[in-house]
């Protein structure tokens, strides 16, 4: 199993600036992959950024440019530096964790979600 705890969240104008953590622990074998995902009301929940273990990532479209995220692997630590926000990144974002278990299965874990709100 795995916990996850979730950080970063808060409220900024337009143009500012916010840095996600999440820290995964547990008992797993392995950690596959990292990301963030948001969904705000109405939407469906949807990827912002992922990375896996060897560091390849992947971004939604609408944050190219000016989200980055990057992991360290010897702290199980996934950051999302979100740069020049705009009031349509308000949502709540969910720390995702792709794990392999001691039981040699493959899960997703979801932390509880953190609100990041940008004013306009």
């Known amino acids: 199993q795995v916990q996850v705890v979730e950080s970063g969240g808060g409220l900024v104008q337009a143009g500012g600036s916010l840095r996600l953590s999440c820290a995964a622990s547990?008992?797993?074998?392995?950690?596959?992959?990292m990301g963030w995902y948001r969904q705000a009301p109405g939407n469906q929940r949807e990827l912002v950024a992922a990375?896996?273990?060897?560091?390849?990532?992947n971004y939604a479209d609408s944050v190219k440019g000016r989200f980055t995220i990057s992991r360290d692997n010897a702290k199980n630590t996934v950051y999302l530096q979100m740069n020049s926000l705009k009031p349509e990144d308000t949502s709540v974002y969910y720390c995702?964790?792709?794990?392999?278990?001691?039981?040699?299965?493959?899960?997703?874990?979801w932390g509880q979600g953190t609100q990041v709100t940008v004013s306009s």
């Open positions: 995702n964790v792709k794990y392999r278990g001691r039981n040699w299965l493959d899960y997703d874990y």
């Open positions: 990375i896996t273990g060897g560091g390849r990532t």
């Open positions: 547990g008992s797993f074998v392995s950690i596959n992959a």
